[in-house]
């Protein structure tokens, strides 16, 4: 059954979570400030400093989870379509709170969205794609 978890609920969960630690909670407008701020600074071999945040680790671990996603997607089985209408509920929930809640209208939030409407996207099409590949069309008929 795990199989069926959309694994992109799990950066947005983190989201929810940080941003439920402001000052305001879901309303608090200063999300996108506390996101930002510099968690800890890398010295690139350059000798310019990369400062990373928290809306950096995120994106990062979301585009991560998002290439394990369609790698899921490719599976026709059964399950597929459960996480295909799990990941399209994420996705509802997603757009809800990037529209009506202060503290989910920044960039991180919104990038992250984009990302599970792709996995959104991505799982019905990979679908829709093997089942033709699995109909078995005679000579002369589909394509």
Do not use: Q
């Given at each position: 059954?795990?199989?069926?978890?959309?694994?992109?609920?799990?950066?947005?969960?983190?989201?929810?979570?940080?941003?439920?630690?402001?000052?305001?909670?879901?309303?608090?407008?200063?999300?996108?400030?506390?996101?930002?701020?510099?968690?800890?600074?890398?010295?690139?071999?350059?000798?310019?400093?990369?400062?990373?945040?928290?809306s950096d680790l995120?994106?990062?671990?979301?585009?991560?989870?998002?290439?394990?996603?369609?790698?899921?997607?490719?599976?026709?089985?059964?399950?597929?379509?459960?996480?295909?209408?799990?990941?399209?509920?994420?996705?509802?929930?997603?757009?809800?709170?990037?529209?009506?809640?202060?503290?989910?209208?920044?960039?991180?939030?919104?990038?992250?969205?984009?990302?599970?409407?792709?996995?959104?996207?991505?799982?019905?099409?990979?679908?829709?794609?093997?089942?033709?590949?699995?109909?078995?069309?005679?000579?002369?008929?589909?394509?």
């Amino acid at each position: 059954m795990f199989a069926a978890f959309p694994l992109l609920a799990i950066p947005v969960l983190i989201y929810n979570l940080v941003v439920l630690t402001l000052p305001g909670g879901f309303g608090s407008p200063d999300a996108a400030l506390s996101l930002s701020e510099p968690l800890f600074t890398v010295n690139m071999t350059s000798g310019s400093p990369w400062p990373v945040s928290l809306s950096d680790l995120l994106l990062a671990g979301s585009l991560v989870v998002l290439f394990i996603e369609l790698l899921k997607s490719t599976t026709s089985r059964r399950i597929a379509i459960i996480n295909h209408s799990l990941s399209m509920l994420l996705f509802i929930v997603c757009l809800v709170e990037f529209l009506l809640a202060p503290a989910f209208a920044t960039s991180t939030f919104f990038l992250m969205t984009v990302m599970v409407l792709l996995d959104v996207l991505a799982g019905f099409i990979v679908t829709i794609v093997a089942a033709r590949r699995d109909i078995d069309f005679g000579p002369g008929e589909g394509g």
